[in-house]
């Protein structure tokens, strides 16, 4: 999602419904990605959620250091592997997206995020997570050294795709739960790699979303950079995630 720079969330907001393009996007698509967006942390020299009231917390020894992004994003956030991450709290129940085991206006997220990679050095190493079991996570998947993985609910995206993430450069990474449909689905750069017939059976367990850890199994903290992660209650189409 490119960066449209503001102080301000209601600016923000404006200028990404007022654009008439974006990445080559026609309008309607553009404008549209403001539906349902529940959070948004560009990590603009800060951890304030942009887009709602989910303003992160930085964890860990060292300070979370702010660093050039992205060619034209601005600035991503660096972690070390180590220690840090970014904690979400009070987001155990909003953003759990859980399925409540009948509409099929629940159970349905998209998450979108650009990730950089320093080192893989830890099977499963989280990129935005809400616990394990029937929680949705983003991650490396398992030990590949390639492949990142998206679990909503029910079951991981299958090792399959052909693509490589850990080559030191920027990618965009987007990953959707469909309950009504049943589907999850991941997406790497604009293409999707992988496809699972599970949407999130999730439930609100009482985890907080973290990026760069994973809540429910600690030690799997992501080791390079972040930036632009954002959160939809809903399953972005093909030409939003374009």
């Known amino acids: 999602m490119r960066r449209l720079y503001s102080s301000t969330r209601g600016a923000w907001l404006a200028g990404l419904a007022g654009v008439s393009l974006l990445l080559g996007a026609a309008m309607p698509a553009q404008a549209a990605l403001v539906q349902g967006l529940t959070a ?7 951890f304030e959620d942009a887009a709602g009231s989910f303003d992160g917390e930085a964890q860990g020894t060292a300070a979370i250091p702010f660093v050039p992004g992205n060619t034209g994003f601005g600035q991503a956030i660096s972690l070390d592997g180590e220690d840090q991450y970014v904690l979400i709290p009070n987001s155990h129940d909003d953003l759990s997206f859980a399925y409540d085991g009948a509409s099929p206006d629940t159970g349905n997220m998209t998450v979108s995020v650009w990730v950089r990679v320093d080192a893989w050095d830890t099977s499963w190493q989280a990129i935005v997570a809400h616990g394990e079991g029937d929680e949705w996570r983003l991650h490396r998947r398992g030990d590949s050294a390639t492949r990142v993985g998206f679990t909503g609910g029910l079951g991981d995206t299958p090792d399959e795709g052909d693509y490589d993430v850990n080559d030191g450069e920027w990618h965009h990474i987007v990953a959707t739960a469909d309950s009504a449909n049943a589907v999850s689905e991941l997406w790497v ?3 999707m790699v992988a ?4 949407g999130i059976q999730a439930r609100a367990d009482g985890n907080d979303v973290c990026i760069g850890e994973n809540p429910d199994a600690n030690g799997r903290q992501w080791e390079g950079q972040l930036d632009d992660v954002a959160l939809w209650n809903r399953v972005l189409t093909p030409a939003e995630i374009a």
């Open 40 to 46: 948004y942390w560009p990590f603009e020299g800060s």
């Open 189 to 191: 750069d604009g293409v």
């Open 195 to 198: 496809t699972d017939d599970a």
